[in-house]
């Protein structure tokens, strides 16, 4: 089976849950089809093809941008059996590629537009393209992949046009071979982490979804022994960006030991951070399923996060870690819940072992991503049987 997998992010170049799920999907289903990656980027290597924007676009909004590395793949696609596009980034690609080679197409949703509205911030005008390329692949795509229960519901409601029976769950995945506790102390020496002192961890992007000004606010009464390390990179916005900025300024001055490392830092060097957080934070407001909490999980550390989208799929509440209901316009309520729940579990260390004993062995019994990549090549062979 000839299957051409469609991502914007791909090794090195990642900096989301989506890119980590290509990744390891990649790795997963090279074993079991034939594949090739296209990615944004410069150049082949390894049956990965990477495609840059159109150098007549340069400044351009990114959607247009977007669009001519889709088309591109579109173009490289040619002898495929099947596409399978990753985010709205390689959707259209996916998309043209059915169209033009008259192949089955396949999207794996890991957030929708519309429900991401502080997208235009970033994009402008470009949002509505974005949104369009979204909705015109998933509706006529063959298959639709859900990385969570809830994603699922969040797609019917999103586009009631699309054939339910189409819309798959697949959960996303955690290679606990490489996520798995780190004892050594070498990073936490270099951040500058007083290692007598407990810490609450956060890794995300500085974006909206991810919660990080309610985050900051939250942790500014919590327990004062404990620090606060914030791995917070690639901003969405120049505005958001200086929010943060000014946020951590005052959450400097309101309490001792906080830290920002304000890049993605190497895999290795985050696995080290993750074994030795007394808890990892994940505030998002809106998440599919949140890669990053099986992160946490596999490393042996319990998770406080927000009670939305497919997170209660990951972490169990009171028995992995917390979870934090959130509404709407409802930030203060949030916040307090948030530095309620921190303080439960830096109050309680035993029983925060207990969560992160837990947290282990479900990421190791429930969520390899050999299995994802069984089930997924499953999908692909049912929709070639029918095509």
């Known amino acids: 089976m000839r299957v051409g997998l469609l991502s914007r992010e791909f090794p090195p170049d990642v900096y989301g849950g989506a890119g980590v799920h290509v990744e390891f999907l990649a790795r997963e289903l090279a074993r079991l089809v034939d594949l090739d990656v296209h990615s944004w980027g410069e150049g082949r290597t390894d049956g990965v093809l990477r495609h840059r924007p159109w150098s007549a676009l340069d400044g351009a909004n990114d959607a247009l941008r977007t669009f001519s590395v889709d088309l591109a793949m579109t173009a490289a696609l040619e002898g495929r059996e099947l596409v399978h596009s990753h985010t709205w980034y390689a959707n259209l690609g996916g998309h043209l590629a059915k169209l033009l080679h008259g192949v089955p197409h396949v999207v794996t949703a890991h957030s929708l537009e519309p429900l991401r509205p502080w997208k235009a911030e970033q994009l402008g005008g470009g949002y509505e393209l974005s949104g369009w390329a979204e909705r015109t692949a998933f509706e006529a795509a063959d298959a639709v992949i859900a990385v969570s229960g809830a994603m699922r519901e969040d797609i019917l409601g999103c586009y ?70 914030l791995c917070a990179g690639a901003p969405d916005t120049p505005e958001i960006d200086q929010e943060f900025r000014d946020l951590f300024a005052g959450l400097s001055r309101a309490r001792e030991g906080v830290h920002w490392i304000p890049r993605m830092l190497p895999r290795t060097e985050v696995i080290q951070l993750l074994t030795h957080a007394a808890v990892f934070v994940c505030p998002s407001v809106y998440e599919p399923l949140g890669i990053v909490n099986l992160e946490a999980m596999a490393c042996g550390t319990p998770v406080v996060a927000s009670r939305v989208g497919g997170i209660p799929e990951v972490v169990t509440d009171g028995v992995t870690g917390v979870l934090v209901p959130r509404e709407d316009g409802a930030d203060d309520a949030f916040e307090a819940g948030l530095a309620r729940a921190l303080d439960s579990v830096l109050g309680d260390p035993a029983g925060a072992r207990r969560m992160g004993e837990a947290g282990r062995a479900r990421a190791v019994e429930e969520f390899g991503w050999d299995a994802v990549a069984r089930r997924t090549v499953r999908l692909y062979e049912e929709i070639l049987k029918q095509a």
Not at 200 to 208: A, M, P
């Open 160 to 229: 009631p046009d699309l054939d339910a029976s189409r819309v798959h769950v697949v959960h996303n995945g955690i290679d606990t071979r490489l996520y798995r506790p780190d004892h050594g102390t070498d990073v936490l020496d270099r951040v500058g982490l007083d290692r007598s002192r407990p810490y609450v961890l956060f890794v995300g992007r500085i974006t909206r979804q991810k919660g990080v000004p309610q985050l900051l606010r939250a942790v500014r009464d919590i327990d004062p022994a404990a620090q606060v390390v």
